[in-house]
């Protein structure tokens, strides 16, 4: 018995005072976590404290999903975000509060980089294995490098986490591209996981860029002016990760993205550049902006005339 009336598991949220909480409190008299053990302790009077035979597993990661309360979850939830460690939270009692960093794995806990290539596949998700465990590679090329990472849970959640991007698809009465921000209230990037959004409403959130970058779904912008250099390709200035402005002056506006190094999005989700390509009677040795107002891209085959298939380009990529 871990201490008060009750050994029945949490339950939440729950009833206290007339609030509702969905994580353990602190006692104010001991200063130990407690839970109700029904929906409501103002009327049953029946609680546990929270012990450290749920709270021992900390370095276990996130299992998604999870059912508890008898529904699934794809994402951590609860004010201070929490997710159970085991696939049934409702019999095991597992869980720890979610982490808002990467930790763990061979990189042991090194930033996610996205997007990288796994699998031959460009990924701009955090994939999930087989355990319900989700990754990130923490370099761009997963299949070169093998360098990885737990994502940070705050990153899982949509109603399909962790499965790839399909490009184009229809959202609203239009067709995307690549990752978008539309209809978030939260302004994350997400894209849908089928053709059809409307039809189907499978979707994940997305990760183009790393932690800190408040422009992320802007193309760069060259030549941009910081600290009254003008740069005319990403640049490592800073903090030894390749950025770039998302407008012509850093200085004024502070706006900007890190660098992706991989071609993404496009109806080629994500396969890389093929140079040169042919496209409108002209060959192309690199990216080109021609009739595309959203930023470069290239042809994924020789022929993009004939092919049509098509990706945005690498931001590092050399462009015309």
């Keep these: 018995m871990l201490g008060g009336n009750s050994e029945d598991a949490c339950v939440f949220p729950f009833e206290y005072r007339q609030k509702t909480y969905s994580e353990c409190i602190i006692s104010k008299a001991g200063g130990r976590t407690w839970c109700a053990t029904t929906a409501n302790y103002d009327r049953d009077r029946l609680w546990r404290y929270c012990g450290t035979h749920v709270e ?180 490592r200035v800073r903090d030894g990760k390749l950025w770039c402005a998302t407008t012509r002056d850093y200085d004024r506006d502070r706006r900007w993205k890190y660098c992706s190094q991989l071609a993404h999005g496009g109806n080629s989700g994500g396969k890389a550049c093929v140079f040169p390509f042919h496209y409108d009677g002209k060959q192309y040795q690199a990216c080109t902006a021609q009739n595309s107002p959203a930023g470069y891209w290239c042809g994924t085959t020789s022929n993009y005339t004939r092919d049509k298939q098509w990706s945005y380009c690498p931001d590092t990529a050399p462009r015309i």
Excluded at 84 to 91: C, E, G, V
Excluded at 95 to 121: I, T
Excluded at 166 to 195: H, I, M, N
Excluded at 198 to 222: E, V
């Design 56 to 235: 021992g597993n900390e370095k276990a990661p996130c299992i998604f999903p999870y059912k508890y309360g008898n529904r699934d979850f794809f994402e951590c939830i609860g004010g201070n975000p929490w997710c159970a460690t085991s696939r049934h939270y409702d019999t095991d009692q597992r869980w720890r509060y979610c982490y808002k960093q990467a930790y763990g794995g061979s990189s042991k806990g090194q930033p996610c980089v996205f997007p990288f290539r796994y699998e031959g596949r460009v990924q701009v998700t955090c994939p999930r294995d087989e355990e319900g465990v989700y990754w990130c590679a923490t370099t761009s090329d997963y299949d070169r490098d093998r360098l990885w990472s737990y994502c940070p849970d705050t990153l899982i959640g949509g109603s399909a986490p962790g499965a790839p991007c399909v490009f184009p698809f229809t959202y609203g009465d239009q067709k995307y591209y690549t990752c978008t921000t539309a209809g978030e209230e939260g302004g994350r990037l997400w894209c849908s996981t089928t053709d059809n959004y409307p039809r189907d409403r499978k979707w994940t959130y997305c990760h183009l860029s790393g932690t800190g970058a408040n422009d992320p779904t802007s193309p760069c912008l060259f030549p941009f002016w910081y600290r009254e250099v003008a740069y005319h390709s990403c640049t």
